[in-house]
């Protein structure tokens, strides 16, 4: 383990694409944290999928990477916490958490709670929404919101705007032109900010990250100069690691 001063944190990217989590260490590399976490990356191996796009790919990304874990490619326990960095309901969460005493968190938990702290409080006619990739994601993600708030299923709440897909995929942000990402993503968190009084726009895909001006510039087009410069734009990962450090002070603190 790291020393008191100093948190030894992984960034587990449960899809195979290298490109994609050299994406997300750039994302952090200005983190206000940074000089107190050690962080490291992981890519899963090659038995994974190299964009994780519904339930069978979450399935094939667990199983490869518990395999490297088995095989002895991946020490869990020499981190103080481990960041799963696929924007889903991902079963490693829960599976990991069993299996190491480090923290254990995803992007999209770490982006629930990153958004609700920063809204307004209920009452406040403020709301967050996720923007993504492919239309599974649409029911994926807004069935996780409920659950993890305890919620039923499709339950409505007034301070979740939803999820809206781009139609692309995760490994399209690195492969497909940068135009057509644009557009696409843009359509979507547009889409979004005309159906409520959007505060907060999630990134709902580790593959975003560094495309925050592409949601700026819909919500200034949206929103108008004042108040599009007002939306927060959350990236899970950073929203993770943030996460992750308040929970390693906590259990600290109160044990």
Same mark, same amino acid.
């Given at each position: 383990? !790291?020393?008191?001063?100093? +948190?030894?944190?992984? %960034? #587990?990217?449960?899809? =195979?694409?290298? /490109?994609?989590?050299? @994406?997300?260490?750039?994302?952090?590399?200005?983190?206000?944290?940074?000089?107190?976490?050690?962080?490291?990356?992981?890519?899963?191996?090659?038995?994974?999928?190299?964009?994780?796009?519904?339930?069978?790919?979450?399935?094939?990304?667990?199983?490869?990477?518990?395999?490297?874990?088995?095989?002895?490619?991946?020490?869990?326990?020499?981190?103080?916490?481990?960041?799963?960095?696929?924007?889903?309901?991902?079963?490693?969460?829960?599976?990991?958490?069993?299996?190491?005493?480090? !923290?254990?968190?995803?992007? +999209?938990?770490?982006? %629930? #709670?990153?958004?609700? =702290?920063?809204? /307004?409080?209920?009452? @406040?006619?403020?709301?967050?929404?996720?923007?993504?990739?492919?239309?599974?994601?649409?029911?994926?993600?807004?069935?996780?919101?409920?659950?993890?708030?305890?919620?039923?299923?499709?339950?409505?709440?007034?301070?979740?705007?939803?999820?809206?897909?781009?139609?692309?995929?995760?490994?399209?942000?690195?492969?497909?032109?940068?135009?057509?990402?644009?557009?696409?993503?843009?359509?979507?968190?547009?889409?979004?900010?005309?159906?409520?009084?959007?505060?907060?726009?999630?990134?709902?895909?580790?593959?975003?990250?560094?495309?925050?001006?592409?949601?700026?510039?819909?919500?200034?087009?949206?929103?108008?100069?004042?108040?599009?410069?007002?939306?927060?734009?959350?990236?899970?990962?950073?929203?993770?690691?943030?996460?992750?450090?308040?929970?390693?002070?906590?259990?600290?603190?109160?044990?």
């Amino acid at each position: 383990m !790291a020393s008191p001063s100093k +948190f030894r944190v992984l %960034i #587990l990217n449960p899809n =195979s694409s290298r /490109a994609m989590t050299e @994406g997300m260490k750039a994302a952090v590399s200005s983190l206000i944290l940074s000089e107190k976490l050690e962080i490291s990356t992981y890519t899963a191996p090659s038995s994974a999928p190299a964009s994780i796009n519904d339930d069978e790919g979450i399935q094939a990304s667990t199983e490869a990477v518990l395999a490297d874990i088995l095989a002895g490619n991946l020490h869990l326990n020499s981190y103080d916490a481990v960041l799963i960095a696929c924007f889903s309901v991902h079963s490693l969460v829960s599976k990991l958490s069993s299996m190491t005493t480090a !923290a254990v968190t995803g992007i +999209f938990e770490a982006s %629930i #709670l990153a958004s609700l =702290s920063i809204i /307004a409080p209920p009452g @406040g006619n403020e709301s967050w929404g996720i923007v993504t990739t492919g239309a599974f994601w649409e029911t994926h993600l807004g069935d996780g919101v409920n659950a993890f708030l305890g919620q039923a299923a499709g339950q409505t709440n007034d301070r979740f705007a939803g999820t809206f897909s781009s139609g692309l995929t995760a490994g399209d942000f690195h492969t497909v032109s940068p135009e057509q990402v644009q557009a696409k993503l843009k359509d979507a968190t547009v889409r979004l900010l005309k159906a409520s009084n959007v505060r907060c726009v999630v990134m709902g895909c580790g593959g975003m990250a560094g495309l925050e001006s592409i949601i700026r510039d819909a919500a200034l087009e949206v929103y108008g100069q004042e108040r599009g410069r007002s939306v927060y734009i959350v990236d899970g990962v950073r929203a993770g690691l943030l996460q992750l450090y308040q929970i390693i002070l906590s259990r600290r603190e109160f044990a």
